[in-house]
């Protein structure tokens, strides 16, 4: 019988986003497959890991150029973007934490193309007026994927409601904490 490999990993990500100290055993039962038959698919945890980076990459891309980063007002641009990250934001959060992908040189340049990315719709923003300009396009990319990773893991959490998950980012990123109504603060030095 053949395996699915992309059932596999979906059902990886699934329980390794609820629980991502689950073992091998727990990753094979969680597919419905054996654990030899897992591990042929993947040598080991870093193996499957790296899979799950590749896929990760793959739903990051998709939907950054669902988002149409260059058209229309930057912030619509944002609010698009996140909407089309929401349904993966939970592999992407397991991602997140996962130190081995994002040290020394085997950091895979895919990441970096997506930063690059979601950096220059950023640069448009504040090309355009539409964005700060006091704090820099690598920050805001930074600062969303934080939001994306934090209210991934506040919705599994029952803390946040899902419908609530793209107002909830897009408002924090782009209004920031401050009420508009707020008295501006000086700076103490």
Request: proline share 4%; hydrophobic share 50%; net charge negative.
């Amino acid at each position: 019988m053949a395996v699915d490999r992309d059932h596999v990993l979906r059902s990886a990500a699934a329980l390794l986003t609820r629980k991502s100290t689950a073992t091998m055993d727990e990753v094979a039962k969680a597919a419905g497959i054996s654990r030899a038959t897992l591990h042929r698919q993947f040598a080991g945890r870093d193996a499957l890991v790296r899979a799950l980076e590749a896929l990760g990459i793959a739903e990051c891309e998709a939907a950054l150029t669902a988002a149409r980063p260059d058209e229309g007002p930057a912030a619509d641009a944002v609010r698009r973007l996140v909407a089309g990250i929401e349904p993966h934001a939970p592999l992407l959060a397991f991602l997140y934490t996962e130190n081995q992908l994002f040290e020394g040189e085997e950091q895979n340049q895919g990441w970096a193309a997506i930063d690059e990315r979601v950096a220059a719709l950023f640069r448009r923003g504040q090309a355009s007026g539409e964005f700060r300009i006091d704090l820099t396009p690598a920050w805001l990319t930074e600062a969303l994927y934080g939001l994306l990773a934090s209210a991934a893991w506040a919705v599994a959490e029952g803390r946040v409601a899902p419908k609530d998950f793209t107002h909830m980012i897009v408002e924090l990123l782009l209004g920031g904490v401050r009420r508009p109504d707020a008295p501006a603060r000086r700076k103490e030095s």
